[in-house]
């Protein structure tokens, strides 16, 4: 995956180095930092969710609930999206298709993520009552935080990575040597062994940085401009693809690609498009505090819900 050979400067220049290592055990118990960002990341965007939702209108405690649908439906779609874009990889010759379910080893493509993580939103809000375009507002800055937060993962398991580079802030990739004496720089459960096989660009970096700015620029139009009904999600969809769709054009590891164009060039783009025109098209204004509490006794859709003491009231 990484080309060998260190660019003559890298005596000169310091680089930025990768961590040592990504998984470290407590007898038989792994712990693995991509998981770990993974995780930090959800608990961060569920908490300011949960304090943007209360400021909009809506009742304490709904983030998480909804939460509870949204992340493993999430996760099982961003492991969908990996799997089927990188397909040789588990399902190719020579490959173990059981390493498709191993999620702890890294691969978790965010436009799964956010398509069935919307899925388990959608489900979460219908039961609560609760319009979901609203829910997505108050949770999109929180939502590429925790992003941003995940590209950390990345950077201890020596992926996601650009072409190679002598940039002065240029990522060193070091050789990993498991228990088992493997060696290679894409060895999740490996130590590095000091050597430095490449220096390339870090673009899970510019991707964390870029993602910062985004999350920077949806709370000020959030607080100038007082968008809704989804808009600032579509926005916050727009602003994302925009900087993966360049980060994308860096990058030099393996990837399923058609016409011999990254597949996650075109899912970019795709996406980017539809969501500029939701902003342009969808309807202005914000949703009322009202519109976003669940009716008393939710158990269902919301037209479904029927007072109990008035059987006069359609």
């Known amino acids: 995956m990484v080309s060998t050979g260190v660019p003559p400067t890298a005596t000169v220049l310091a680089y930025l180095p990768s961590p040592p290592q990504g998984v470290w055990y407590l007898g038989p118990v792994a ?57 040789p990889k588990y399902f190719g010759e020579g490959a173990d298709p059981l390493d498709a379910l191993k999620i702890w080893q890294g691969g978790l493509g965010i436009w799964g993520a956010v398509a069935l993580g919307g899925v388990g939103a959608w489900i979460g809000c219908r039961r609560r009552g609760i319009p979901l375009p609203a829910f997505g507002d108050a949770l999109a800055p929180g939502i590429l935080l925790a992003q941003a937060i995940g590209r950390l993962g990345n950077w201890f398991n020596q992926e996601l990575y650009g072409r190679e580079t002598t940039v002065p802030w240029g990522l060193e990739i070091y050789e990993r040597r498991t228990d088992s004496g493997l060696t290679g720089p894409d060895l999740i459960d490996g130590v590095s062994t000091g050597e430095v096989v490449a220096v390339v660009h870090p673009a899970f970096l510019y991707e964390l940085l870029w993602n910062l700015l985004v999350v920077l620029l949806l709370v000020l139009v959030d607080r100038r401009f007082r968008i809704g009904h989804g808009r600032l999600f579509a926005l916050y969809v727009a602003g994302y693809c925009a900087g993966r769709f360049w980060i994308e054009l860096m990058r030099s590891d393996p990837a399923t690609v058609i016409a011999g164009i990254r597949i996650n060039l075109f899912t970019s783009a795709i996406v980017f498009v539809l969501a500029v025109a939701y902003v342009v098209l969808a309807r202005k204004g914000r949703e009322a505090p009202e519109d976003l509490k669940s009716p008393p006794g939710r158990t269902g859709p919301r037209d479904e819900v029927r007072p109990t003491t008035d059987a006069s009231v359609p």
């Open 31 to 87: 712990l693995r930092a991509y998981a770990l960002c993974i995780i930090v990341g959800i608990v961060v965007a569920i908490f300011w969710g949960d304090r943007r939702w209360i400021a909009r209108g809506g009742e304490p405690g709904t983030v998480l609930d909804i939460a509870v649908w949204a992340v493993p439906f999430g996760l099982i779609g961003g492991r969908l999206y990996h799997v089927l874009t990188d397909w």
